[in-house]
Antibody, heavy 119, light 112 residues
Framework: EVQLVQSGAEVKKPGESLKISCKGSGYSFTSYWIGWVRQMPGKGLEWMGIIYPGDSDTRYSPSFQGQVTISADKSISTAYLQWSSLKASDTAMYYC????????????WGQGTLVTVSS | QSALTQPRSVSGSPGQSVTISCTGTSSDVGGYNYVSWYQQHPGKAPKLMIYDVSKRPSGVPDRFSGSKSGNTASLTISGLQAEDEADYYCCSYAGSYTFFYVFGTGTKVTVL
C-alpha cells in the first residue's frame, strides 16, 4: 500500500528555521516525483515545487523560488521542505503528494503538516 | 503563471447533476491533455478524482466524469450524493518552461 506520512504540526516564531518531512512507503521512492502543496487558512491549493528523489532534480514554482528549499534523502525514502527564516505569512497546511508516473496528476497525498508561525 | 478560473460555488439537489468549469489558456488547459481534478473535504487531504482529462483512478465512482473543450475543462458529478459536498480543484500541466503545474481557484459543491 502506497503511503506518504508527514511529520507533525509545528508552532514556530518569526525568524526561526523549520524542516518538515514526508516519508514514502509501499512503492519505489526514487521513481516518482514528489510535490509540495501549500494551503493557507481558508484558501486554495498552491504548488510550491517538486523533486525527483532518484537524482534530486528539483523545480520550484516562481512564487516560492528562494523562499523554501526542497530536498530528499532516498536512503530513508523521505522528502523535505524547509525554511531558513519563517514569516507569519508561512502559516498554512503543507501537503506532500506523489505524482503519477505520467507526471501529470498527484495520486497519493500525505495527511498534511500544519505550520503555525506566531510571535 | 495565474491560477485556473473556477466558479466559487455550485449546488444541486441529491440525484441531480452538477458541472464545474475550469478555464485556463492555450499554455495550460488548452495545450495539454493533462487536467486532473481533486476533491477535498474539510480538514482532509485532497483526493485525486480525475486525471488526464477524463480518466478515473480505481475506486472513484463513475458518477464523476471529466472532459475538455479548448481552454476549458469540466468535471461533472451525476447522481449527486450528500458525500459529494466538498471543495473541488482542477489542475493542469503547464509545460516545463514555467513551473509544471497550476491549480484552479477551487469550487465549493453544496448538496441542497
Amino acid at each position: 500500500e502506497v503511503q506518504l506520512v508527514q511529520s507533525g504540526a509545528e508552532v514556530k516564531k518569526p525568524g526561526e528555521s523549520l524542516k518538515i518531512s514526508c516519508k514514502g512507503s509501499g512503492y519505489s521512492f526514487t521513481s516518482y516525483w514528489i510535490g509540495w502543496v501549500r494551503q493557507m487558512p481558508g484558501k486554495g491549493l498552491e504548488w510550491m515545487g517538486i523533486i525527483y528523489p532518484g537524482d534530486s532534480d528539483t523545480r520550484y514554482s516562481p512564487s516560492f523560488q528562494g523562499q523554501v528549499t526542497i530536498s530528499a534523502d532516498k536512503s530513508i525514502s523521505t522528502a523535505y521542505l524547509q525554511w531558513s527564516s519563517l514569516k507569519a505569512s508561512d502559516t498554512a497546511m503543507y501537503y506532500c503528494a506523489r505524482l503519477k508516473s505520467s507526471g501529470a496528476a498527484a495520486d497519493y497525498w500525505g495527511q498534511g503538516t500544519l505550520v503555525t508561525v506566531s510571535s | 503563471q495565474s491560477a485556473l478560473t473556477q466558479p466559487r460555488s455550485v449546488s444541486g439537489s441529491p440525484g441531480q447533476s452538477v458541472t464545474i468549469s475550469c478555464t485556463g489558456t492555450s499554455s495550460d488547459v488548452g495545450g495539454y491533455n493533462y487536467v486532473s481534478w481533486y476533491q477535498q473535504h474539510p480538514g482532509k487531504a485532497p483526493k485525486l478524482m480525475i486525471y488526464d482529462v477524463s480518466k478515473r483512478p480505481s475506486g472513484v465512482p463513475d458518477r464523476f466524469s471529466g472532459s475538455k473543450s479548448g481552454n476549458t475543462a469540466s468535471l461533472t458529478i451525476s447522481g449527486l450524493q450528500a458525500e459529494d459536498e466538498a471543495d473541488y480543484y482542477c489542475c493542469s500541466y503547464a509545460g516545463s518552461y514555467t513551473f509544471f503545474y497550476v491549480f484552479g481557484t477551487g469550487t465549493k459543491v453544496t448538496v441542497l
